[in-house]
């Protein structure tokens, strides 16, 4: 691995488990100070531990103020500025699939609360912090299932369109700071983490879609993911790039 984001404060929400916990650990391996930020402190910290004394584990509901500016508080007090953010908590592995006409609207807004809120807390308290960087850039993570049209999924699909459109109003209000941001977003990706999402024949046919006939694993997110980070994508902001194995979707 480089240095390509050495002693850069990178705050990764979600990294706890699956794409998050790889994010964390590629970024480390690239010499970042890496903040794994999860609402599961258990495995935030087991997380911390593999990674040893440059990674930092806190405790963190996204989708709520006072726990978001708490976050804020550790990592000013710790590191008093912060050179990059993976908005990558989301609610996903334990997402309820179901027509749309059959949701509720708790289970509405609970994956709003936490996929599109989540990121624009984050990004508002940690601002000061992204100030007090030399070349701060934000990655939220997004999702091609915006243009999959899968069914069971409207809620979830519907938060991550906002990501997108978030992450372009962002990188205009943003600029004048030369603060970037940009949308990784991933087609289906295979983690440790089992879920009910993609059936086996979904993720086939998937595959068999792509021009790169295998599955997609978190290691195909990191290295776009440091080099957003990273001052060689200095001109790169407000932009959604795919990483899917060249599915058409557009
Ligand atoms: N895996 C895929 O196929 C895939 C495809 C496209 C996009 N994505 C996106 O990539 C990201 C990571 O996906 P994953 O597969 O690792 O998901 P995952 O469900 O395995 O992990 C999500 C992590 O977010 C944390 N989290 C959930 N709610 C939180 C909250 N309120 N505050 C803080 N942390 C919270 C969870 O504890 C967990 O550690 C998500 O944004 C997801 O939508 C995943």
Same mark, same amino acid.
């Given at each position: 691995m480089g240095t390509r984001v050495q002693d850069k404060v990178v705050v990764v929400t979600g990294?706890?488990? &699956?794409i998050g916990r790889a994010f964390a650990h590629r970024l480390a391996g690239e010499g970042a100070r890496v903040v794994v930020a999860d609402l599961n402190g258990e495995k935030a910290a087991a997380v911390a531990a593999e990674i040893g004394p440059s990674a930092l584990a806190v405790v963190v509901d996204v989708s709520k103020d006072e726990s978001v500016d708490a976050l804020g508080s550790v990592v000013g007090d710790t590191y008093g500025r912060v050179d990059g953010i993976i908005n990558n908590a989301a609610i996903f592995s334990t997402i309820q699939m179901k027509p749309f006409w059959e949701l509720t609207t708790a289970e509405w807004d609970v994956v709003q609360t936490v996929n599109l809120r989540g990121p624009f807390l984050i990004v508002k308290a940690l601002l000061p912090l992204l100030k007090a960087s030399s070349a701060a850039s934000i990655v939220n993570i997004g999702s091609d299932a915006v243009w999959e049209g899968? &069914? &069971?999924y409207l809620h979830y699909t519907a938060s991550k369109a906002g990501v997108q459109g978030m992450t372009f109003g962002m990188s205009h209000e943003l600029g004048e700071f030369d603060i970037r941001v940009n949308t990784i977003s991933p087609a289906a990706t295979q983690t440790e983490v089992p879920r009910a999402t993609v059936s086996p024949a979904q993720l086939e046919a998937m595959i068999a879609a792509r021009a790169l006939h295998r599955v997609a694993t978190p290691e195909d997110l990191t290295s776009l993911a440091v080099f957003l980070l990273s /001052? /060689?994508?200095?001109?790169?902001?407000g932009q959604t790039i795919s990483v899917n194995g060249g599915k058409l979707h557009r």
């Open positions: 990294a706890a488990q &699956g899968r &069914g &069971g /001052e /060689e994508s200095v001109f790169i902001t």
